[in-house]
Protein backbone atom coordinates (compact mmCIF):
# COMPACT_ATOMS: atom_id res chain seq x y z
CA UNK A 1 0.00 0.00 0.00
CA UNK A 2 2.50 2.29 1.02
CA UNK A 3 4.59 1.71 -2.53
CA UNK A 4 1.85 2.84 -4.37
CA UNK A 5 0.97 6.05 -2.20
CA UNK A 6 3.53 8.41 -3.91
CA UNK A 7 3.38 11.22 -1.54
CA UNK A 8 4.75 9.78 1.55
CA UNK A 9 5.19 5.96 0.95
CA UNK A 10 7.38 5.97 -1.79
CA UNK A 11 9.42 7.77 -0.08
CA UNK A 12 10.27 5.94 3.02
CA UNK A 13 9.60 2.50 1.18
CA UNK A 14 11.33 2.77 -1.98
CA UNK A 15 11.55 -1.23 -1.84
CA UNK A 16 7.77 -2.16 -1.04
CA UNK A 17 7.77 -3.96 -4.46
CA UNK A 18 9.28 -6.69 -2.58
CA UNK A 19 6.31 -7.32 -0.44
CA UNK A 20 4.92 -9.08 -4.07
CA UNK A 21 7.98 -11.35 -4.48
CA UNK A 22 7.35 -12.45 -0.48
CA UNK A 23 3.85 -13.04 -1.10
CA UNK A 24 4.66 -15.72 -3.78
CA UNK A 25 7.10 -16.91 -1.18
CA UNK A 26 4.39 -17.48 1.42
CA UNK A 27 2.12 -18.52 -0.78
CA UNK A 28 4.24 -21.61 -2.06
CA UNK A 29 4.53 -22.44 1.47
CA UNK A 30 0.89 -22.31 2.32
CA UNK A 31 -0.35 -24.13 -0.76
CA UNK A 32 1.95 -26.80 -0.40
CA UNK A 33 1.04 -26.83 3.43
CA UNK A 34 -2.38 -26.88 2.90
CA UNK A 35 -2.54 -28.85 0.06
CA UNK A 36 0.02 -31.30 -1.03
CA UNK A 37 -1.29 -34.14 1.20
CA UNK A 38 -4.72 -33.63 0.22
CA UNK A 39 -3.68 -33.78 -3.04
CA UNK A 40 -1.57 -37.17 -2.81
CA UNK A 41 -4.73 -38.73 -0.97
CA UNK A 42 -6.93 -38.16 -3.79
CA UNK A 43 -7.71 -34.00 -4.39
CA UNK A 44 -8.83 -33.38 -7.50
CA UNK A 45 -7.90 -30.58 -9.64
CA UNK A 46 -11.25 -28.99 -10.00
CA UNK A 47 -11.60 -29.32 -6.34
CA UNK A 48 -8.66 -27.88 -5.32
CA UNK A 49 -9.47 -24.97 -8.23
CA UNK A 50 -12.60 -24.79 -7.14
CA UNK A 51 -11.18 -24.34 -3.79
CA UNK A 52 -8.90 -21.57 -4.26
CA UNK A 53 -11.43 -19.83 -6.61
CA UNK A 54 -13.64 -19.49 -3.60
CA UNK A 55 -10.78 -18.16 -1.62
CA UNK A 56 -9.60 -15.03 -4.22
CA UNK A 57 -13.13 -14.26 -5.94
CA UNK A 58 -14.82 -11.91 -3.65
CA UNK A 59 -12.18 -9.09 -2.80
CA UNK A 60 -11.04 -9.77 -6.48
CA UNK A 61 -14.06 -8.68 -7.60
CA UNK A 62 -14.81 -6.12 -5.17
CA UNK A 63 -11.29 -4.61 -6.43
CA UNK A 64 -12.18 -4.98 -9.90
CA UNK A 65 -15.74 -2.93 -9.36
CA UNK A 66 -13.60 -0.29 -7.94
CA UNK A 67 -11.35 -0.07 -10.71
CA UNK A 68 -14.45 -0.37 -13.33
CA UNK A 69 -16.32 2.28 -11.55
CA UNK A 70 -13.40 5.03 -10.67
CA UNK A 71 -11.30 4.71 -13.92
CA UNK A 72 -12.77 2.92 -16.23
CA UNK A 73 -11.53 -0.49 -16.04
CA UNK A 74 -12.63 -3.39 -18.26
CA UNK A 75 -15.35 -5.84 -17.29
CA UNK A 76 -12.67 -8.94 -17.79
CA UNK A 77 -11.02 -7.89 -14.91
CA UNK A 78 -14.09 -8.82 -13.09
CA UNK A 79 -12.57 -12.81 -13.60
CA UNK A 80 -8.75 -11.54 -14.09
CA UNK A 81 -8.59 -11.37 -17.85
CA UNK A 82 -6.04 -8.49 -18.94
CA UNK A 83 -7.32 -5.58 -20.76
CA UNK A 84 -5.61 -6.73 -24.12
CA UNK A 85 -6.35 -2.95 -25.51
CA UNK A 86 -4.09 -1.61 -23.03
CA UNK A 87 -0.50 -0.12 -24.53
CA UNK A 88 1.10 -1.15 -21.16
CA UNK A 89 -0.49 -2.27 -17.60
CA UNK A 90 -2.19 -5.70 -17.40
CA UNK A 91 -5.10 -3.96 -15.17
CA UNK A 92 -4.63 -0.22 -16.00
CA UNK A 93 -7.52 0.49 -13.58
CA UNK A 94 -6.31 -1.63 -10.77
CA UNK A 95 -2.50 -2.81 -11.83
CA UNK A 96 -1.84 -5.31 -8.99
CA UNK A 97 -4.05 -7.68 -10.15
CA UNK A 98 -1.72 -9.15 -12.17
CA UNK A 99 0.22 -10.56 -9.85
CA UNK A 100 -3.25 -12.52 -8.58
CA UNK A 101 -3.43 -13.72 -12.21
CA UNK A 102 -0.04 -15.17 -11.87
CA UNK A 103 -0.62 -16.47 -8.62
CA UNK A 104 -3.34 -18.56 -10.21
CA UNK A 105 -1.24 -19.98 -12.94
CA UNK A 106 0.55 -20.95 -10.30
CA UNK A 107 -2.59 -23.15 -8.98
CA UNK A 108 -3.20 -24.06 -12.32
CA UNK A 109 0.62 -25.80 -12.33
CA UNK A 110 0.27 -27.24 -8.90
CA UNK A 111 -2.90 -28.80 -9.37
CA UNK A 112 -1.79 -30.39 -12.49
CA UNK A 113 1.17 -32.22 -11.79
CA UNK A 114 3.56 -29.25 -9.93
CA UNK A 115 2.31 -31.16 -5.97
CA UNK A 116 4.51 -34.05 -7.07
CA UNK A 117 7.75 -32.14 -8.40
CA UNK A 118 10.92 -33.39 -6.08
CA UNK A 119 12.94 -30.79 -3.88
CA UNK A 120 15.16 -31.29 -7.11
CA UNK A 121 12.81 -30.07 -9.87
CA UNK A 122 11.60 -27.25 -7.87
CA UNK A 123 15.09 -26.22 -6.80
CA UNK A 124 15.71 -26.42 -11.17
CA UNK A 125 12.46 -23.91 -11.43
CA UNK A 126 13.85 -21.78 -8.81
CA UNK A 127 17.64 -21.60 -10.22
CA UNK A 128 16.12 -20.91 -13.91
CA UNK A 129 13.73 -18.49 -12.81
CA UNK A 130 16.28 -16.32 -10.99
CA UNK A 131 18.56 -16.53 -14.09
CA UNK A 132 15.76 -15.44 -15.78
CA UNK A 133 14.87 -12.56 -13.57
CA UNK A 134 18.61 -11.37 -13.89
CA UNK A 135 18.90 -11.77 -17.52
CA UNK A 136 15.65 -9.99 -17.91
CA UNK A 137 16.71 -6.84 -15.53
CA UNK A 138 19.94 -6.44 -17.07
CA UNK A 139 18.20 -6.09 -20.32
CA UNK A 140 15.21 -4.67 -19.20
CA UNK A 141 15.88 -2.21 -16.64
CA UNK A 142 14.40 -1.97 -12.80
CA UNK A 143 12.31 -5.20 -11.78
CA UNK A 144 9.62 -3.58 -9.69
CA UNK A 145 7.27 -3.22 -12.08
CA UNK A 146 8.17 -6.44 -13.81
CA UNK A 147 4.89 -8.49 -14.47
CA UNK A 148 2.66 -5.47 -14.14
CA UNK A 149 3.08 -4.61 -17.62
CA UNK A 150 2.13 -6.31 -21.31
CA UNK A 151 6.25 -5.88 -22.21
CA UNK A 152 7.47 -7.48 -18.34
CA UNK A 153 5.13 -10.46 -18.42
CA UNK A 154 8.61 -12.64 -18.27
CA UNK A 155 9.67 -10.99 -15.82
CA UNK A 156 6.28 -11.48 -13.75
CA UNK A 157 6.62 -15.31 -14.66
CA UNK A 158 10.34 -15.39 -13.52
CA UNK A 159 9.10 -13.93 -9.96
CA UNK A 160 6.22 -16.20 -9.51
CA UNK A 161 8.51 -19.34 -10.56
CA UNK A 162 11.31 -18.08 -7.92
CA UNK A 163 9.04 -17.04 -5.30
CA UNK A 164 6.52 -20.16 -5.50
CA UNK A 165 9.06 -23.12 -5.98
CA UNK A 166 11.09 -21.69 -3.05
CA UNK A 167 8.34 -21.43 -0.84
CA UNK A 168 7.67 -25.26 -1.64
CA UNK A 169 10.58 -26.25 -1.25
CA UNK A 170 10.86 -24.21 1.94
CA UNK A 171 7.82 -26.27 3.16
CA UNK A 172 9.54 -29.45 2.01
CA UNK A 173 12.91 -28.42 4.10
CA UNK A 174 10.02 -27.70 6.84
CA UNK A 175 8.55 -31.03 6.62
CA UNK A 176 11.88 -32.93 6.70
CA UNK A 177 14.00 -30.89 9.57
CA UNK A 178 10.20 -30.95 11.30
CA UNK A 179 12.00 -28.06 14.06
CA UNK A 180 10.16 -26.84 16.65
CA UNK A 181 7.86 -23.54 16.33
CA UNK A 182 7.64 -21.93 19.55
CA UNK A 183 5.78 -18.66 20.28
CA UNK A 184 8.51 -15.38 20.92
CA UNK A 185 9.01 -11.87 20.74
CA UNK A 186 11.73 -12.32 18.44
CA UNK A 187 8.80 -13.30 15.72
CA UNK A 188 8.01 -9.15 15.97
CA UNK A 189 11.82 -8.74 14.50
CA UNK A 190 10.74 -10.26 11.16
CA UNK A 191 8.00 -7.81 9.97
CA UNK A 192 9.95 -4.57 11.76
CA UNK A 193 13.09 -6.47 9.23
CA UNK A 194 10.85 -6.67 6.36
CA UNK A 195 10.06 -2.46 6.56
CA UNK A 196 13.95 -1.78 7.11
CA UNK A 197 14.39 -3.85 3.79
CA UNK A 198 11.86 -2.21 2.22
CA UNK A 199 13.57 1.50 3.28
CA UNK A 200 17.19 0.74 2.09
CA UNK A 201 16.09 -0.93 -1.12
CA UNK A 202 16.09 1.57 -4.23
CA UNK A 203 13.36 1.61 -6.34
CA UNK A 204 15.73 1.00 -9.18
CA UNK A 205 18.10 -0.74 -7.65
CA UNK A 206 18.99 -4.20 -9.17
CA UNK A 207 21.58 -6.04 -7.74
CA UNK A 208 19.80 -5.03 -3.82
CA UNK A 209 16.21 -5.97 -5.27
CA UNK A 210 17.63 -9.42 -6.71
CA UNK A 211 19.85 -10.26 -3.80
CA UNK A 212 16.66 -9.49 -1.73
CA UNK A 213 14.41 -11.63 -3.23
CA UNK A 214 17.00 -14.28 -3.52
CA UNK A 215 18.24 -14.56 -0.09
CA UNK A 216 16.95 -12.16 2.57
CA UNK A 217 13.19 -12.98 1.66
CA UNK A 218 13.19 -16.63 1.86
CA UNK A 219 15.27 -16.81 4.96
CA UNK A 220 12.82 -14.31 6.81
CA UNK A 221 9.95 -16.69 5.44
CA UNK A 222 12.11 -19.53 7.09
CA UNK A 223 11.88 -17.69 10.23
CA UNK A 224 8.70 -16.75 10.40
CA UNK A 225 8.00 -20.45 10.02
CA UNK A 226 9.78 -21.71 13.47
CA UNK A 227 9.06 -18.21 15.30
CA UNK A 228 5.23 -17.47 16.12
CA UNK A 229 4.72 -13.85 17.82
CA UNK A 230 2.66 -14.10 21.28
CA UNK A 231 -0.07 -11.63 20.10
CA UNK A 232 -1.89 -14.28 18.35
CA UNK A 233 -5.32 -12.04 18.03
CA UNK A 234 -3.49 -9.16 17.05
CA UNK A 235 -1.47 -11.58 14.20
CA UNK A 236 -4.27 -12.75 12.98
CA UNK A 237 -6.07 -9.36 12.26
CA UNK A 238 -3.21 -7.93 10.35
CA UNK A 239 -3.26 -11.72 8.02
CA UNK A 240 -7.10 -10.72 7.78
CA UNK A 241 -6.63 -7.19 6.56
CA UNK A 242 -3.74 -7.73 3.75
CA UNK A 243 -5.56 -9.27 1.44
CA UNK A 244 -8.86 -7.18 1.39
CA UNK A 245 -6.21 -3.76 1.36
CA UNK A 246 -4.31 -5.40 -1.49
CA UNK A 247 -7.38 -5.55 -3.57
CA UNK A 248 -8.50 -2.63 -2.96
CA UNK A 249 -5.97 0.11 -2.18
CA UNK A 250 -4.33 1.18 -5.47
CA UNK A 251 -8.22 2.34 -6.90
CA UNK A 252 -9.31 4.40 -3.75
CA UNK A 253 -5.65 5.89 -3.42
CA UNK A 254 -5.54 7.19 -7.21
CA UNK A 255 -8.71 8.81 -6.43
CA UNK A 256 -8.45 10.53 -3.34
CA UNK A 257 -4.72 10.79 -2.10
CA UNK A 258 -4.37 13.74 -4.51
CA UNK A 259 -2.11 16.12 -1.27
CA UNK A 260 -0.07 15.03 1.66
CA UNK A 261 -3.46 15.57 3.95
CA UNK A 262 -5.26 13.06 2.24
CA UNK A 263 -2.39 10.89 1.92
CA UNK A 264 -1.68 10.76 5.45
CA UNK A 265 -5.55 9.79 5.98
CA UNK A 266 -5.49 7.18 3.62
CA UNK A 267 -2.91 5.13 4.88
CA UNK A 268 -4.46 5.38 8.25
CA UNK A 269 -8.27 4.59 7.20
CA UNK A 270 -7.38 1.71 4.72
CA UNK A 271 -5.61 -0.70 6.97
CA UNK A 272 -9.15 -0.18 8.86
CA UNK A 273 -11.33 -0.33 5.65
CA UNK A 274 -9.89 -3.80 4.84
CA UNK A 275 -10.26 -5.07 8.43
CA UNK A 276 -14.05 -4.17 8.23
CA UNK A 277 -13.90 -5.56 4.61
CA UNK A 278 -12.61 -8.78 6.03
CA UNK A 279 -15.40 -9.08 8.44
CA UNK A 280 -18.39 -8.24 7.07
CA UNK A 281 -18.09 -9.40 3.24
CA UNK A 282 -15.47 -11.08 2.87
CA UNK A 283 -15.73 -14.10 5.07
CA UNK A 284 -19.59 -13.75 4.82
CA UNK A 285 -18.84 -14.41 0.96
CA UNK A 286 -16.53 -16.93 1.28
CA UNK A 287 -19.20 -18.64 3.46
CA UNK A 288 -21.68 -18.34 1.09
CA UNK A 289 -19.59 -19.48 -1.95
CA UNK A 290 -18.75 -22.02 -0.40
CA UNK A 291 -22.15 -23.63 0.57
CA UNK A 292 -23.43 -22.77 -3.06
CA UNK A 293 -20.66 -23.94 -5.07
CA UNK A 294 -18.47 -26.56 -3.46
CA UNK A 295 -22.16 -28.52 -3.28
CA UNK A 296 -21.84 -28.24 -6.82
CA UNK A 297 -18.12 -29.61 -7.66
CA UNK A 298 -19.12 -32.18 -4.91
CA UNK A 299 -16.95 -30.25 -2.62
CA UNK A 300 -19.61 -30.56 0.42
CA UNK A 301 -16.97 -31.77 2.74
CA UNK A 302 -14.19 -29.48 1.84
CA UNK A 303 -15.95 -26.02 2.36
CA UNK A 304 -13.31 -25.23 5.06
CA UNK A 305 -10.96 -25.15 2.46
CA UNK A 306 -11.85 -22.19 0.51
CA UNK A 307 -12.35 -20.81 4.33
CA UNK A 308 -9.20 -20.95 5.92
CA UNK A 309 -6.50 -21.27 3.45
Given amino acids: MAFH ?23 GFVI ?30 LGATLGIVLHGGHAGSLLLVPNWRSPA ?7 PLWSLLFEVLAY ?25 LTGLELRQ ?23 FAVGMLLYRAWQWQAPRRRQTWLAWLLPAALLL ?3 VVEKDASWSGLAAIALVLPALTWLAVIWEVPQASAARRLGALSYP ?21 MLITLPLLALALDRFIDR ?17 DQTRIGIST
Avoid at 250 to 265: C, R
Fill in 5 to 27: ETWIGQRFFPGGYLAVDLFFLIS
Fill in 197 to 199: LMA
Fill in 284 to 300: PARAALSRWLAHDAGLA
Fill in 89 to 95: NLFPANP
Fill in 32 to 61: AHAYGARMADGLGPRRFLFARGIRLWPMLT
Fill in 245 to 265: LYCVHVPLLATIANDMASAVL
Fill in 108 to 132: LAFAFGGWRLSPRMLGAIAATSLAA
Fill in 141 to 163: GPLFDFGAHWHTTAGGAARIGFG
